[in-house]
């Protein structure tokens, strides 16, 4: 089997003691990197989703521990100075998970007290970065298994290359199946409301030769009843200790189709994206952002009547998910088995 391949424009590079994050939010039409040297502009690249999807973000979180360092290294208070920059770092996004995991483990490197402080936080935050490549081959080639000889697949939001270190976590398992001939068709919901689906994930797939085909949000309950697809496939931003997945909003609505037309739903996600503290969904706290997001300009005065409400993930419970597969390995029907297998 060929060793799977990379997209060649990637969310984040490590460049030279700097961080360069692809803006996503101006993609497909531009491919603009911008320059990160401190920790300050990490944290506004998170908040404003020029870097997006839960690996991706723990991943520049790490970096931004390494710049904060470079920064305030070697004042005498320079560790309690990148502390503050780790607290502003954490309160970037309150649900991916992945990006606490990240910044404990850097945490934990700087309660070691190495000789070589920055040497030490750029070779973790670079380990991360490629483990998380790693993971996400292994579980491409693990879902991959698991899809068999499955024709047509749905996929929602953008859980790829651009939302990972690399390669992809639904898009993995893409990428694998694709890879050995037997997936034929890859539908991309849209994903309302920063449209992930129809800029980013056609996007990469057609960037690795990929068909796919873009569907309205609206139309996911159709496409399943015609047949054409056998499997949902998605990411996750956090998994409790239950199996429950929040992962973008529309998920959840995904799953309880699935459930009325028979198609099957596969998570695919790294380990850094489980929460044992957690032991259901409920205790998921779901970011809320900005009406403008979704309301017209007209509607924004503080004297208007119309208001939205825009939480950007859903809870999927465990009952509804056929497998969880991870690089650790795969649980099927985690509501009635559990996920404490998969934990470290």
Request: with cysteine; proline share 5%.
């Amino acid at each position: 089997m060929s060793k799977p391949k990379q997209l060649s424009v990637q969310a984040l590079e490590w460049q030279e003691n700097r961080l360069k994050v692809l803006d996503q939010r101006l993609l497909p039409e531009q491919i603009i990197y911008h320059d990160y040297q401190d920790a300050a502009g990490v944290v506004e690249a998170i908040k404003s989703m020029q870097v997006r999807g839960a690996p991706a973000i723990g991943i520049a979180a790490a970096y931004g521990v390494v710049l904060s360092a470079l920064q305030h290294y070697p004042q005498p208070n320079w560790q309690d100075l990148v502390a503050a920059d780790i607290q502003q770092l954490a309160a970037s996004r309150p649900t991916a998970v992945n990006l606490f995991w990240a910044l404990n483990a850097m945490q934990q490197k700087l309660a070691e007290n190495p000789a070589q402080p920055i040497a030490a936080l750029t070779d973790l935050a670079i380990q991360i970065h490629q483990d998380d490549i790693k993971a996400n081959q292994a579980m491409g080639e693990l879902g991959a298994d698991l899809l068999g000889a499955a024709k047509g697949v749905l996929t929602h939001c953008n859980a790829g290359a651009l939302a990972t270190g690399g390669y992809g976590t639904a898009l993995g398992v893409i990428r694998s199946a694709h890879q050995r001939g037997h997936l034929q068709h890859v539908y991309a919901g849209e994903t309302r409301p920063w449209l992930q689906g129809a800029r980013l994930t056609v996007w990469e797939l057609s960037q690795d030769g990929i068909p796919a085909t873009l569907i309205a949000d609206s139309a996911a309950a159709w496409l399943m009843k015609s047949g054409k697809i056998d499997w949902i496939i998605v990411g996750a931003d956090r998994i409790t200790a239950n199996g429950d997945v929040a992962n973008k909003i529309g998920t959840y609505s995904l799953a309880v189709l699935a459930k009325q037309h028979g198609v099957k739903v596969m998570v695919a996600a790294p380990s850094s994206t489980f929460d044992f503290s957690l032991e259901t969904g409920e205790q998921i706290e779901i970011e809320q952002r900005t009406a403008k997001e979704l309301l017209p300009a007209c509607y924004l005065s503080p004297d208007s009547l119309v208001s939205a409400w825009n939480p950007v993930f859903d809870v999927t419970p465990a009952a509804l998910i056929t497998a969880i597969v991870t690089e650790r390995g795969v649980v099927l029907d985690p509501g009635a088995n559990g996920v404490r297998s998969l934990a470290p």
